[in-house]
């Protein structure tokens, strides 16, 4: 990385940018756009947010170190009040440039490995730990970054986050500490809303991959039309000039009506289609075996076809193993190491995740908090449980409204009971939220008491599921997976179901030595 990060060298990065005021030789120590992160020698960067504007930090950003700010230029007179000392710079968008910021204060780190995006409404983080573990097997060292953890091997993960992608200052340095850890390959979760913010504008890919798109996140991007589109940036990233020996490669499945779409931003790629049903696929299963406690299933692919095994459930899964293989192939991995990497996976947190205190029911906690992901979750779950089939499901408050009718429909389709209760209310009423659920669960024809109760604190939820469960009865908790906080208002408050169904277990008398 360059040690010549001076205002001088980032305005040649940045077309449209002026210095208003300021020296040229200014050195910058760190890149934040949060003014509680400055520290002595930071360029601050304001954002305006969707609720609070980053020009309002400028003085707080100063006071706390910076030597430089950089703002839009219809906010230029809220810094000239700064410090005669403090360097400002002025852009048309400041939101834009945070990537390139971000960018070249790293030393453009995505230039210097190979990068894949997974991007696509379901599937995005069990795939990215099956390609990291792919990548592993074939013995290189591959970083990776999505909704449940960072991780870089030999270091310790960044502190979790919400946000299944994080800001592009974020995400720079994490690519990176990966790079200065000897990483050849970064796998980055492209979420829509991480493309569609520009936090990864700057990310140079080599390999674009596709699970499925379905209506969600429709309160951010409000149109289905919009939300595919945002997928579909990761694509047309694929045509900005090569700066790396890599080809570049476009990952669809073939299955899903927009994979054409996604196939139509990266002309210029190669692509590698799988699926199940479509025709023409490069890479699809045959001889499929589920399994409680994995699958297993003939791998065909150019390269020729080979047995494979997952310690995971569901047909869904093994689409994941199919764009994890997809990848694989793409970036020229042998076909042995994509077997062994898809089978020595053991899980990922709160994706299916069995709790197994020695009670005589199963336990299950998921992060499926869409109707299709839990539709799905229930339809595996039915196949290999040979009691009652109980849910434990809610819906974000501040996020797309939808998501409540699809969680109940899913819920009175699939389920013998449902507990409908909170998750994540944010700033509405939990109560109205679960209430809600409810009037959907009985225009589907479910009567309250019979078919399904509202719990609205979420402990008490789970504990009447495992007070009604009975041997042999399923308990499917979702909504939260792997996450360690539950929002109230702005504030997260301390919670884990994984921890919490333990917890109530052991009430119970049940505790695995």
């Not at 099956?130 to 091997?153: C, H, K, L, N, Q």
């Not at 990864?200 to 991007?221: I, K, Q, R, S």
């Not at 899964?317 to 898809?342: E, F, K, M, R, W």
């Not at 434990?392 to 409204?401: I, N, Q, S």
Request: with cysteine.
């Amino acid at each position: 990385m360059t040690d010549d990060r001076i205002i001088a060298s980032l305005l040649s990065d940045l077309p449209g940018a002026r210095l208003v005021r300021g020296a040229g030789s200014t050195r910058v120590a760190a890149v934040d756009h949060d003014s509680r992160a400055v520290i002595r020698g930071s360029l601050f960067v304001a954002i305006p947010g969707f609720s609070v504007d980053g020009h309002r930090f400028l003085a707080d950003a100063v006071r706390a170190g910076a030597v430089a700010v950089l703002v839009q230029d219809d906010h230029v007179e809220a810094a000239t009040g700064l410090s005669d000392e403090v360097a400002i710079i002025a852009v048309p968008d400041s939101r834009v440039v945070l990537s390139r910021v971000a960018a070249w204060f790293y030393g453009y780190p995505a230039r210097q490995m190979r990068v894949i995006g997974i991007t696509g409404t379901d599937g995005k983080t069990t795939t990215s730990h099956m390609v990291s573990s792919v990548f592993e097997a074939a013995g290189a060292r591959a970083a990776r970054m999505g909704t449940v953890d960072t991780y870089i091997p030999g270091l310790e993960g960044e502190p979790p986050s919400r946000m299944s992608t994080p800001e592009a200052n974020q995400v720079h340095r994490i690519l990176r500490r990966a790079l200065d850890a000897g990483c050849d390959v970064a796998v980055v979760e492209s979420t829509s809303h991480g493309l569609a913010l520009h936090r990864l504008d700057d990310v140079d890919y080599d390999v674009a991959a596709f699970t499925n798109v379905t209506g969600d996140h429709l309160d951010f991007h409000q149109t289905f039309e919009a939300y595919r589109d945002a997928k579909a940036q990761l694509f047309a990233a694929l045509e900005r000039p090569a700066v790396k020996p890599f080809p570049r490669v476009a990952v669809v499945n073939a299955d899903d009506p927009s994979a054409q779409y996604m196939l139509s931003q990266a002309p210029n790629a190669a692509s590698i289609s799988f699926g199940f049903e479509a025709r023409d696929l490069d890479v699809f299963a045959r001889n499929v075996h589920l399994r409680a406690d994995g699958t297993s299933f003939r791998l065909v692919t150019p390269l020729g076809a080979i047995d494979a095994t997952i310690q995971l459930p569901a047909l869904f899964n093994v689409a994941n193993a199919l764009t994890a293989a997809s990848i694989g192939i793409a970036c020229d991995i042998p076909l042995p190491a994509i077997q062994y990497g898809l089978q020595t996976l053991a899980g990922v947190p709160g994706r299916m995740e069995r709790i197994d205190a020695g009670q005589p029911f199963n336990v299950v906690v998921d992060y499926a908090h869409t109707g299709d992901a839990v539709r799905k979750a229930l339809a595996v779950l039915r196949e290999v449980s040979t009691g009652r089939l109980t849910i434990v499901a809610g819906a974000a408050g501040d996020r797309d409204p939808g998501r409540r009718f699809g969680v109940a429909r899913a819920a009175a389709d699939g389920a013998d009971f449902a507990i409908f209760t909170s998750e994540d209310p944010r700033s509405e009423d939990p109560a109205a939220i679960v209430r809600e659920i409810a009037s959907h669960a009985e225009s589907a024809g479910r009567t309250a008491g019979d078919d399904f109760v509202e719990v609205e604190d979420r402990r008490e939820a789970i504990a009447e599921a495992f007070n009604r469960a009975t041997p042999g009865d399923t308990v499917l908790i979702c909504g939260k997976g792997h996450e360690q906080s539950m929002i109230y208002g702005r504030e997260a408050r301390p919670w884990d179901d994984r921890t919490v169904a333990r917890e109530e277990l052991a009430r119970l008398g049940f505790r695995r030595a």
